[in-house]
């Protein structure tokens, strides 16, 4: 149930997006919208949440741009809202086409009678939806959500040893002045944690939505930079798999993994071996 969980996350928050964006009262069109998923906390928890990017304007149906006030995009307060109730009129009809599982400490909330009173609890809470205009221009946005696209979880630079069945490591404790300190778990539950992380084969962490979304985002794209006035951009080139690593990760495949210092390069170039289509011919000797 891992990816419907989830998928009530995006379809709601992406909902909720959308509905203030064609809301004349704050753009009155279609907005675009990038979310990244990210499960984490500093210390391995499970911290389940997404990154929206989304366009600072809309696209109106008759083409034109739509741009939004300076600082502000949708108040947060209305936001939260909104998408408390979505979420939670997505999780009922999920509850009544028996698509949840309940096991360990949910099992009782398999009763309807208890989901009810487990919603209206739910419902009673203040939701947290926040959002800030990007300080450092479009490139750090991109980049600030760039470490969760290709990593999970923890980066190895964090981890400082694993000895004596424990493992220590970095991180960073926001409720006490973003310090940082060392943590220690035994290593079957820094384990555990870390594979709370690991999604499903084929789950797809980034999605797309509205203008961006991918069945029409050439077109609609294409409109934006009409109504803008603004050129189209120049092909880039693909970069390497190389390049992607160290822009990305950080990470030179071209440096020794061993002294950290040394270069690597090819040697030789090894043929595959042929095929075997009968048994092994090889004779050993001691």
């Known amino acids: 149930?891992?990816?419907?969980?989830?998928?009530?996350?995006?379809?709601?928050?992406?909902?909720?997006?959308?509905?203030?964006?064609?809301?004349?009262?704050?753009?009155?069109?279609?907005?675009?919208?990038?979310?990244?998923?990210?499960?984490?906390?500093?210390?391995?928890?499970?911290?389940?949440?997404?990154?929206?990017?989304?366009?600072?304007?809309?696209?109106?149906?008759?083409?034109?741009?739509?741009?939004?006030?300076?600082?502000?995009?949708?108040?947060?307060?209305?936001?939260?809202?909104?998408?408390?109730?979505?979420?939670?009129?997505?999780?009922?009809?999920?509850?009544?086409?028996?698509?949840?599982?309940?096991?360990?400490?949910?099992?009782?909330?398999?009763?309807?009678?208890?989901?009810?009173?487990?919603?209206?609890?739910?419902?009673?809470?203040?939701?947290?939806?926040?959002?800030?205009?990007?300080?450092?221009?479009?490139?750090?946005?991109?980049?600030?959500?760039?470490?969760?696209?290709?990593?999970?979880?923890?980066?190895?630079e964090r981890i400082l040893d694993g000895e004596n069945g424990e493992v220590r490591f970095h991180y960073r404790d926001y409720a006490h002045g973003n310090k940082t300190k060392v943590m220690r778990l035994p290593a079957e539950e820094f384990i555990r944690r870390f594979l709370l992380h690991v999604l499903p084969k084929g789950f797809m962490r980034i999605r797309h939505y509205g203008l961006l979304a991918n069945r029409h985002r050439t077109e609609h794209l294409t409109a934006c930079r009409a109504a803008l006035d603004a050129p189209t951009p120049a092909p880039r080139e693909a970069e390497t798999v190389e390049v992607f690593l160290l822009r990305v990760l950080g990470a030179d495949v071209h440096r020794c993994p061993h002294c950290g210092q040394g270069r690597l390069r090819p040697v030789s170039l090894l043929p595959p071996l042929p095929r075997a289509t009968g048994p092994p011919l090889f004779r050993w000797a001691a």
């Not at 998928?7 to 009262?25: H, I, W």
């Not at 919208?33 to 906390?41: A, D, E």
């Not at 959500?145 to 990593?151: D, P, S, W």
Request: hydrophobic letters at 45%; a positive charge; aromatic letters at 12%.
């Open 1 to 156: 149930m891992v990816d419907g969980h989830i998928g009530l996350l995006f379809q709601a928050a992406s909902e909720t997006l959308q509905a203030f964006g064609r809301d004349p009262k704050w753009l009155g069109g279609e907005i675009g919208i990038t979310m990244v998923l990210h499960t984490w906390g500093q210390n391995l928890s499970q911290h389940l949440h997404v990154h929206c990017l989304v366009t600072g304007g809309a696209l109106t149906p008759e083409g034109r741009w739509i741009p939004a006030k300076r600082g502000f995009l949708f108040p947060v307060r209305a936001l939260s809202v909104v998408f408390r109730a979505k979420y939670l009129e997505a999780l009922q009809e999920a509850f009544e086409a028996g698509q949840l599982d309940f096991a360990g400490e949910t099992t009782a909330l398999a009763e309807p009678s208890a989901f009810r009173v487990f919603l209206a609890k739910l419902g009673a809470k203040g939701w947290v939806v926040y959002a800030k205009p990007p300080f450092g221009g479009p490139e750090a946005v991109l980049r600030y959500l760039g470490r969760y696209t290709h990593r999970i979880a923890i980066s190895n």
